[in-house]
């Protein structure tokens, strides 16, 4: 069934057209695209309440890509920021928030998966993707779930490899080795003395 199509408007039809590509793979043959120049009519081949999801899927990832030129605070939808960012590997929300406050931005976590930021969406589209590079690195790691969580944060944070980072952090006595990596401390203290170390 087809219905009126919804149209969306973009600053640039690069834009546009990473907006449909995006669209098009995070949803697949239950829409079409029609692009002319920084615009894009919306075809939803779907009924019911599949139809409302779909157009909800729609508004999000518009919303988020929005949010990249758009300043103050923005609410984004993390299922909606982990297909945007082409996330391999699963990624805490709680960690994307403690990376931007790390990195200076304001950010929450708030109920429903969502996360409040001031950070554009370019910026979460990084650090997701690097969060979620350096976990598929940890996968065969011998290490404790708070050590990939402190490694990796770490990692990205520093913009240095997962076997630099940990070379870096047992240097420190952060981590200790008995079988497999531990913190020495619990997460926010060993995070807070790597931080104030550099």
């Given at each position: 069934m087809?219905?009126?199509?919804?149209?969306?408007?973009?600053?640039?039809?690069?834009?546009?057209?990473?907006?449909?590509?995006?669209?098009?793979?995070t949803?697949?043959?239950e829409?079409?695209?029609?692009?002319?120049?920084?615009?894009?009519?919306?075809?939803?081949?779907?009924?019911?309440?599949?139809?409302?999801?779909?157009?909800?899927?729609?508004?999000?990832?518009?919303?988020?890509?929005?949010?990249?030129?758009?300043?103050?605070?923005?609410?984004?939808?993390f299922?909606?920021?982990?297909?945007?960012?082409?996330?391999?590997?699963?990624?805490?929300?709680?960690?994307?928030?403690?990376?931007?406050?790390?990195?200076?931005?304001?950010?929450?976590?708030?109920?429903?998966g969502?996360?409040?930021?001031n950070?554009?969406?370019?910026?979460?589209?990084?650090?997701?993707?690097?969060?979620?590079?350096?976990?598929?690195?940890?996968?065969?790691l011998?290490?404790?779930?708070?050590?990939?969580?402190?490694?990796?944060?770490?990692?990205?944070y520093?913009g240095?490899?997962?076997?630099?980072?940990?070379?870096?952090?047992?240097?420190?006595?952060?981590?200790?080795d008995?079988?497999r990596?531990?913190?020495?401390?619990?997460?926010?203290?060993?995070?807070?003395?790597?931080?104030?170390?550099?």
């Amino acid at each position: 069934m087809r219905r009126n199509p919804i149209t969306l408007v973009f600053r640039s039809p690069s834009d546009a057209v990473k907006f449909l590509e995006t669209l098009e793979a995070t949803i697949g043959s239950e829409i079409a695209g029609e692009l002319k120049m920084n615009k894009v009519k919306i075809y939803v081949y779907a009924r019911g309440d599949r139809y409302k999801e779909i157009v909800r899927r729609i508004q999000a990832l518009y919303s988020t890509v929005r949010g990249t030129y758009t300043p103050g605070l923005r609410r984004y939808d993390f299922s909606t920021l982990l297909s945007i960012s082409e996330s391999k590997t699963p990624v805490s929300p709680q960690v994307v928030v403690e990376l931007l406050k790390l990195k200076g931005f304001e950010a929450r976590l708030l109920k429903g998966g969502y996360i409040e930021t001031n950070a554009d969406t370019d910026t979460l589209r990084e650090i997701i993707g690097g969060l979620s590079r350096a976990y598929a690195r940890l996968v065969r790691l011998p290490a404790t779930t708070p050590a990939k969580r402190l490694v990796a944060l770490l990692s990205v944070y520093w913009g240095i490899s997962v076997e630099e980072t940990v070379e870096k952090l047992v240097e420190k006595g952060l981590l200790r080795d008995e079988n497999r990596l531990e913190p020495t401390h619990n997460f926010s203290r060993a995070l807070e003395l790597a931080i104030s170390e550099d």
